[in-house]
């Protein structure tokens, strides 16, 4: 059981970075999923959650407008599309599984039962 988190890299401010998170081992039909991030010298942040249908999700204030979760069940796959980049983005973002058929504004408090290893991004001013 695996969560592969892949997309991140050096980007200007004001660009844009697609990240994935392809789950082996498992199926990610009934889990809802998150992106949490964790910038240096802070304590981990949750970015974005979706429900395990891709039917609704849920924002941080910070990234609401700019970022966009998205999910495609039929590739075990789940998508942060981060547009607007600022240097304030810079983390190693990880994704994260719980199996739950509602989802809650409250996802970012969640106990996730399976976590990706994380994947750099850096925004440059």
């Known amino acids: 059981v695996q969560l592969q988190a892949s997309g991140g890299g050096l980007v200007q401010a004001g660009g844009s970075l697609r990240l994935s998170c392809a789950a082996s081992?498992?199926?990610?039909?009934?889990?809802?999923m998150s992106w949490f991030r964790q910038a240096p010298g802070k304590e981990r942040e949750w970015v974005s959650c979706?429900?395990?249908?891709?039917?609704?999700?849920y924002y941080t204030d910070s990234v609401r407008g700019r970022f966009t979760i998205s999910r495609d069940n039929a590739k075990n796959t789940v998508y942060l599309q981060m547009n607007s980049l600022k240097p304030d983005d810079t983390a190693v973002y990880y994704c994260?599984?719980?199996?739950?058929?509602?989802?809650?504004?409250?996802?970012?408090?969640?106990?996730?039962?399976?976590w990706g290893q994380g994947t750099l991004v850096t925004v440059s001013s």
């Open positions: 081992g498992f199926t990610l039909d009934y889990y809802a």
């Open positions: 994260a599984a719980l199996e739950k058929s509602v989802l809650r504004s409250d996802c970012g408090r969640w106990r996730y039962h399976y």
């Open positions: 979706i429900s395990f249908n891709g039917g609704s999700a």
